[in-house]
């Protein structure tokens, strides 16, 4: 009876939890706005400016709750709030999205700040946690690398590289990247040089917080290369490769219906076309002895596969999930 009761307990949803992800989500939301400004109209600005003055309320209450505690997050919310602040005043003189881009930067970086801070301090009482879902907003350069490094990664290895070659490089890249993942936990200054600095064009704010996508990315493509054909390995490279960034600009510009994890039907109808377009290429251009329904069947079973993993990809980075998947879906037909 005891532990039944402590059960339905610990569903009871707890009140400084609620006010976390609710502020957080608005926050999020605020954010999100900032990506399509309509700085003409007046109506829009009006709401913007409402909505920074309200959270920067709600962030001042949260960190006058806090310091009651004795916890430390209050000074990060401090500054949280005054960007806010600064955002609700300037805006009226934001003649120039470049501006406003550069002010929605800084919100995503003290957005993520917020997430991983409220996760690491226990600042409530449930066994259920609050899910908070990070920013990811189209970047042109990220994409442009993502795609980029694809066709260069699957022109190499058809091409010029043997199986044991292409491992042997992939092994040692994943080497490089393991022990700069490890530097980057030692030293903060390293870490915000690597995330905003060096690789700051391509980089999403999370990734300071987390292993970045590349690793991700590497370690996947080391098995997929061990486990499947050449013809898996490319054609599910370049699934992710064209598919997610596809994904990401036409959901971010059309998307209206969403989804799982914040994806769109439109991103989800996006990674599919992209994909099945690409792998339809590959395989026409590509020695592969199958024929043209067979090719078809291919591109469209690891594009609808790719498409479904990245929906659904929430604790799992999809630079993983989806050259694994796809490639394991490939074996089907190569």
């Known amino acids: 009876m005891y532990n039944n009761m402590s059960a339905a307990e610990a569903t009871i949803p707890d009140p400084m939890a609620e006010n976390i992800q609710s502020l957080a989500a608005d926050f999020r939301t605020l954010v999100a706005c900032l990506q399509k400004p309509t700085l003409t109209d007046s109506a829009w600005m009006q709401s913007i400016q409402q909505r920074c003055q309200n959270l920067s309320e709600r962030f001042d209450s949260l960190r006058k709750t806090l310091a009651t505690q004795g ?32 002010i ?38 990220r994409s442009v690398f993502h795609m980029s490094s694809g066709v260069a990664g699957v022109v190499l290895y058809q091409v010029f590289l043997s199986r044991s070659t292409a491992v042997s490089i992939l092994g040692v890249l994943l080497g490089i990247f393991f022990i700069l993942e490890v530097s980057r936990r030692f030293s903060t200054r390293f870490n ?22 590349a690793s991700y990315y590497l370690l996947a493509l080391t098995i997929i290369t061990l486990l499947t054909p050449k013809t898996a390995v490319c054609a599910a490279a370049l699934v992710l490769a064209f598919g997610d960034p596809v994904a990401a600009w036409a959901g971010g510009r059309w998307g209206k219906m969403r989804l799982s994890n914040d994806k769109s039907l439109m991103g989800a109808f ?14 026409t251009v590509s020695p592969v002895a199958l024929t043209f329904s067979h090719k078809l069947m291919a591109a469209v079973t ?26 394991l879906a490939g074996l089907l037909w190569f």
């Not at 430390?72 to 401090?78: I, K, N």
């Not at 409220?118 to 970047?139: G, M, Q, Y």
């Not at 905003?196 to 064009?201: I, R, T, V």
């Not at 996006?270 to 395989?283: D, E, G, K, Q």
Request: with cysteine.
């Open 192 to 213: 915000d040089f690597m995330v905003y600095k060096l690789f700051g064009a391509i980089s999403r704010p999370q990734e300071r917080y987390k292993t970045n996508s």
């Open 302 to 327: 690891m594009a609808a596969v790719g498409a479904g993993v990245e929906l659904f990809s929430h604790d799992l980075d999809d630079n993983f999930t989806i050259p694994v998947a796809c490639a």
């Open 104 to 141: 929605q930067a800084v919100l995503v970086r003290r957005y993520e700040d917020f997430v991983e801070q409220v996760k690491d301090s226990r600042l409530w009482n449930s066994r259920i946690r609050p899910r908070f879902r990070s920013i990811r907003l189209p970047k042109a350069a």
């Open 71 to 102: 916890q430390s997050l209050a000074d990060s919310f401090l500054e949280i709030r005054t960007t806010l602040q600064n955002l609700s005043k300037d805006l009226p003189n934001l003649g120039q999205r470049r501006s406003l881009k550069e």
């Open 270 to 283: 996006a990674f599919f076309s992209a994909a099945f377009t690409v792998v339809m290429i590959y395989l």
